[in-house]
Every structure is written in structure tokens, then in C-alpha cells.
């Protein structure tokens, strides 16, 4: 029997897992899936700074979790561009530093006399058991505008994806069109981090891409089953992790999510070798 | 006479060097031109400065006369294939199909009579039975011929290629050559980085010789192509 605790739970999951499945396609296609890790570790000073102003609304903590998020993002851009140093060495130290940041501010909110459990550690490593239905509607609220703008802006995001330096000829600058993208994936992570937590939410953002990679020919198609694969993987974590009293939901989810990516592949692998054996 | 491309004192830095010094060019409505010089010599920084994908430290450039803002949906970019992921799941008729975005609004879905002018472009191109392909399962000369096709349906006035032979085998060339032929004859202007020397004659009819400054321009019947390349050819410091 599912109980309405569960049922949030498995619903904040299957939207999480879905949108970050199907947005993660495009990280993966830019080939800025480390930018994911980058941005959700940049997301805690954030949460910790709304916390510290706005309590406990979530609505305001995804704010501030997105706005250092897209802060960290346009650092790494500003630097990369701006001194010689690669963009993986800066994203290397970006994430260090926000993550540093974060865990300070969050160790002087634990220790505040007024706070007392302020809970945010969820952040870190997630706590789905915490989510409540006010998550839920935000979580819907901010993920359907979202996959609309996808939606209606699809023809940029496609071309951005597969050849920005065209797009960029043809009158549309690809610093905006990257800035637009890394906004709305740096809300869908902000969202996942009360389920999943700051240290493995990439990982749901590129796993599905990547499960998804040898059954696509088309990205659109791409982000169809990488969205699907995200979903599932949510419903199964939620399954798994309330049958089991000792199983943590979002790592569950994480853990699916990479054997279903690894499966995809060695299952891809053997097709393809069946062909050529049958072709010879 | 008006120019399809027109140049002023067009300077680039990557990183403090200097790529291109003061360069200016004024190539003419409907020729086919190629940008020849040695590697290094700035050939794809003066198409990507010109088409805006670079900073610039100084310059003017006008197409036909305007800014690139006004006159935008006129020129097609045929990018280095080399700067693409080319095992990105698209298939031929999605890549041709991008030449009509931005047509009539970015936000616009695909039309029946643009996806007329796709059938149209990869028949010209000789894809027409490869339409459904992922990009991933075609050969070096396919895919160029696929960029090709986007850039027709975009139908274009001027076509500026980025060695648009590199890695294609002759049986393209000849292809591609044949298309933009036809297109120069149709009143087009064709620029394109060029390496072959041997077949710059036969393929083009104007020449603009760069080595991080203008060596020299003009029609090829109206020069001496060897003197002009000897010279763009020369280590800097001894071309005068």
C-alpha cells in the first residue's frame, strides 16, 4: 500500500528524475558534463544565504541555491575567458571554493542558538524523507515552465547544441543562449537537491544522457528517453528505499540511474558486434 | 560596384599575438573567391572576425554594402567540419533543416515548404537517399555535402566556407565544386579558404592572398597567381 508520505515522495522523485534526465542531454551533447558537478556544488553558499534570510520556504532556498548556482557557471565562464587557465582547472577550484563556502555557512547556521535543526545538512547528501508536498507543487511549478521553454525554444537549443558557432553566424549569441540553458539547469539541480543532495546530483543530470546515447538517433528522441529513464529510476529509488527502512532514497535513484547507464552500453555493444558477426 | 565583402583595417589578438594586422579586402558581388595563404597565415580568423565569431581590436566590415545585422539571412556560414561533434544524434535531414531556422523567427517549427527545400537541397547534393541517416554513419565527403545542404536551404546570397575540401574525397570535390558553380553562375558569391594550389585556377576566379596582412587581391585572369603566392608564401619579414 502507498502511503501519502511515499507518494510525495515517489512524485517529487519522478519529476526530479525527468527533468534533470532530459535537460542533462544537453550538458552531456555540449560536452560540459563536469559543469553539472560544478554547479550543484556551487548551489549550497546559496541555500545557506537564502536560509539565513528568508527561513525555510523552499521556494526561496531554490532561489538561492539557482542564483549561486548560475553565479558559479558565469564565474567559470569569466575566468576561463579572461585568464589562460583551463576551464577544467577553473571548474576544479570553483567547486572546491562554493563547497567550501557552503559547508562554513552552513556549520555557523547549525550552530546558531535560534536555528536549532535547521536541516540543511538535507542539502548535502539529501533527505527525500523530508520532502512535503509544498516541494512538490514548487518542484511542478518551476519544471513545467521550464520543459515549455525548452519546448518553444527548441530550434535555438538544438542548433546551440550542435553547432553554436553557426547559431552564433546566424545572429543568435551562443554567451546568452549558454547563459539561458545553464539558468534553467542550474534550477532543475536546485530542485534535486533536497531529494538527492549537492554531491550526487550530476550525476542524475548525466547518467540518463548517457543510458539514453546508443538508443537516439535524433537529441530530441535522446532527451525522450533519458527524461524516461530519470522517471523510472525515481519511482524504483522510492520503491526500493521504503521497502528497505535502511536505504537512502537519493542515492538509490543515483546508484539505478549509473547501472542502467553501463547496462545501456554493454547491452549497445553486444548488438552491434551481433550485426557486424551477422553482416560478415 | 558594390562588394559582397568589404573590409577596413580589420586587426585580431588571440591571447596578446596578433593574427591579423590592418587588414582590409574588397571582394566583389558574384565571384567565387579563395582566401589562400601558409597555415597560421589568419585565413579562418579573417572569415570568423568577419562574421563576428571573433573579438576584433579594430575594423569595419560590410556586407553588400550594410552591417552583418541587416543583412544576416544573406550569408551562410559553412564551418571547418573539424569543428564539429560528428557523433552528435542528428540525422542529414535535421542538419538540413537548420537552415530554415531563423528564417521567419526563431521560435518558428518547420514548414512544408521548408521541408520542400530540404528534399530540393539534398537532392542537389546528392544525399537525397541518405536523408534519414545519423550523421555519425556518414563519410568525410557526406558530411560535407550535408553542411552544404543546410547552407543552400537557407538560400543565401553569399557563402562563406571554411576549407570546405579538407579530408573530402575527389569525388565530392567534384560535387561541391559543381554546386557552387551553379550557384556563382546564378549571381552568388562564393568565399571559401582554399590550400590546393594546383586546382585554385580551375575552382576559383578571384584570389585574396592573406599572411597576417593582405598580400594581394584581385580576379585571377588580372594576376600573376604565382607571384602572389610565392609572395604570401614567403617568411614574414621578407615579403616587402
Redesign the interface.
Known amino acids: 500500500m502507498i502511503d501519502s508520505v511515499l507518494l510525495v515522495i515517489i512524485i517529487a522523485s519522478v519529476i526530479i528524475g525527468a527533468l534533470s534526465g532530459s535537460l542533462g542531454v544537453i550538458m552531456v ?1 555540449r ?1 560540459r558534463s563536469l559543469l553539472g558537478d560544478a554547479i550543484s556544488h556551487a548551489t549550497l553558499p546559496g541555500v545557506a544565504i537564502a536560509y539565513l534570510f528568508f527561513g525555510k520556504d523552499p521556494l526561496f532556498l531554490i532561489a538561492g541555491a539557482t542564483c549561486a548556482g548560475v553565479v558559479g557557471v558565469a564565474l567559470v565562464v569569466l575566468i576561463t575567458n579572461t585568464t ?1 587557465l583551463r576551464v577544467d582547472v577553473v571548474m576544479g577550484m570553483m567547486l572546491a571554493v562554493f563547497f567550501g563556502v557552503g559547508m562554513v555557512l552552513l556549520t555557523y547556521i547549525q550552530k546558531l542558538p535560534t536555528t536549532g535543526q535547521a536541516g540543511l545538512q538535507a542539502f548535502i547528501f539529501g533527505q527525500a524523507a523530508a520532502v512535503v508536498w509544498q516541494d512538490v507543487y514548487v518542484i511542478s511549478a518551476l519544471g513545467l515552465p521550464i520543459m515549455c521553454v525548452v519546448g ?2 527548441w ?2 537549443i ?2 546551440f ?3 553554436h ?2 547559431l ?5 549569441s551562443s554567451f546568452v543562449v549558454d547563459l539561458g540553458v545553464m539558468f534553467c539547469v542550474s534550477v532543475v539541480i536546485a530542485m534535486g537537491l533536497p531529494i538527492v543532495g549537492a554531491l550526487l546530483m550530476s550525476a542524475l543530470l548525466i547518467a540518463p544522457a548517457i543510458a539514453a ?1 546508443p538508443w ?4 530530441s ?2 532527451m525522450i528517453i533519458a527524461g524516461g529513464i530519470g522517471a523510472v529510476c525515481g519511482v524504483v529509488g522510492a520503491l526500493i528505499s521504503s521497502a528497505y527502512a535502511r536505504i537512502p532514497t537519493g542515492p538509490t535513484i543515483v546508484f539505478l540511474s549509473v547501472v542502467i547507464a553501463l547496462l545501456s552500453h554493454v547491452i549497445a555493444m553486444r548488438f552491434r558486434s551481433a550485426r557486424i558477426r551477422s553482416a560478415l | 560596384m558594390t562588394m559582397a565583402l568589404s573590409v577596413r583595417d580589420l586587426t585580431v589578438a588571440y591571447n596578446d599575438r596578433p593574427v591579423l594586422w590592418d587588414v582590409d579586402a574588397d571582394i566583389p558581388v558574384g565571384c567565387m573567391a579563395a582566401i589562400v595563404g601558409p597555415n597560421g597565415a589568419g585565413k579562418s580568423t579573417f572569415i570568423k572576425a568577419a562574421l563576428e565569431l571573433t573579438t576584433r581590436l579594430t575594423g569595419e566590415v560590410k556586407f553588400f554594402g550594410q552591417s552583418l545585422a541587416q543583412v544576416r539571412t544573406r550569408v551562410a556560414y559553412v564551418p571547418q567540419r573539424a569543428a564539429i561533434d560528428w557523433d552528435f544524434p542528428i540525422t542529414v535531414e535535421e542538419v538540413a533543416l537548420m537552415g530554415s531556422y531563423g528564417q521567419r523567427g526563431w521560435l518558428r517549427r518547420p514548414q512544408h515548404d521548408d521541408r520542400k527545400r530540404v528534399a530540393e537541397a539534398l537532392e542537389i547534393v546528392g544525399l537525397a537517399p541518405f536523408y534519414k541517416r545519423p550523421i555519425s554513419q556518414l563519410s568525410g565527403g557526406q558530411q560535407q555535402r550535408t553542411f552544404l545542404a543546410r547552407a543552400l536551404v537557407q538560400q543565401a546570397d553569399l557563402w562563406v566556407l571554411d576549407e570546405p575540401f579538407q579530408g573530402v574525397d575527389a569525388e565530392t570535390e567534384r560535387a561541391l565544386v559543381t554546386v557552387l558553380h551553379q550557384l556563382k553562375n546564378s549571381g552568388k558569391t562564393i568565399i571559401a579558404v582554399h590550400h590546393d594550389l594546383q586546382t585554385l585556377p580551375h575552382y576559383f576566379d578571384y584570389l585574396y592572398a592573406i599572411n597576417a596582412r593582405r598580400i594581394a587581391e584581385g580576379y585571377i585572369k588580372d594576376l600573376s597567381v604565382n607571384e602572389v603566392v610565392q609572395q604570401a608564401f614567403a617568411p614574414v619579414g621578407m615579403s616587402a
Open positions: 551533447l560536452k589562460r518553444i525554444a530550434p535555438i538544438h542548433a547544441c550542435f553547432d558557432a553557426w552564433h553566424a546566424r545572429g543568435l546515447r537516439s538517433t535524433r537529441m528522441q535522446m
